[in-house]
Structures are given as C-alpha cells and as structure tokens.
C-alpha cells in the first residue's frame, strides 16, 4: 500500500471528477472573479466550458473581457487546465441565496472571542458596538451592497433606494402544505 499526501488525494479527485470541479469552482468563484460574483454565478461545467449565470449584458460584456483572465484563475485554483472555454448566459440570480452565503461568509471570517461587558460603562458598550457595526456596514459596501438614499439600510439592487423604499412587498412565501 502507497502512503500518499491529502494534497495528492485532492489533485487526483480534481482530475477524475468533473462534480469536484464544479464544487470548488462554486466555492471559490469570488477569488476567480472578484466583485462580480456577486452578479454571476457558476451554472455547470461540460466537457471542458464552464456554464456561467450572469445578471445583466452590461456585467456580461464586462465578464467577457475578462475571460482569459478568469481562465487563468481557474487554472491556478485547479491546478491543471481543465476549462478551456467560459460560455456567459443572461439570466437573474437569486440574491437570497447570494446575501444566506454572504452571511455565512461573514461568520466565518469574524473572530468570535468572549468579551465580558461588565467591566465597561454603558457609554463604552454603546462605543463598542458603533465600531463594528461600521466595520461590518464597510465590510458590505465592498461587497456589492448598496446603501439606500431614502433610509439608509444596506441592501443588495442596482436601484439607488433600497426594495421598502421603493415599495415592493416583501416576497416572503408561506407554503401551504
């Protein structure tokens, strides 16, 4: 029996396993193109083209021209060339799943310690949280969030004023089984 590293383990499933492939694509596609994932997203690979979802012909021409330079990221992240082609297709993203990781993401990358609060005065408390919630709204604004002209809330649109401003009903669906 071969005693061989998880490193070796991983390029070997990267190499037989398209689904693989596609899942670390998924997980790192805002390494491979940055800003704009948050209005594209990875759709499939076939044979060796990548499927990509993108929100706009605006961001679609953009992307394009960029193509070489997103092949060039992907070829890094797998270590081999193993897409060749990247076909963009027009179509929406949905934004719940887009802001659900973003969270996630944001969990993953905060530090969570224990501070006790006790030793503070309220005044410091109130301090304490005014800071990271300016870390954490600046942490959004560069991630593609906007913030409203009307209100002021964070959210995630191309329009200046945010979906209540607007006034658009939340589409929160209640099943009926």
Known sequence: MKITSVGEMIRKGIQKSKTLRESLLKAYWRDIVGNMEVKSEVIKIKEDQ?????????????????????????????????????????????????????????EEIEEITEIDYSNYSLEERIKMLEEMSKIREQYLLENGYKKCIQCGNLFLGKENKCPKCRGIKDRTVVNKY
């Open 50 to 106: 990548l499927f990509i979802k993108v929100e706009g012909s605006a961001n679609l021409h953009f992307m394009k021209m960029k193509e070489t330079t997103y092949l060039n990221n992907i070829e890094k992240l797998l270590n081999g060339k193993f897409i060749q082609k990247i076909n963009f297709r027009l179509g929406k993203i949905n934004l719940n799943n887009k802001i659900q990781k973003e969270f996630e993401r944001m």
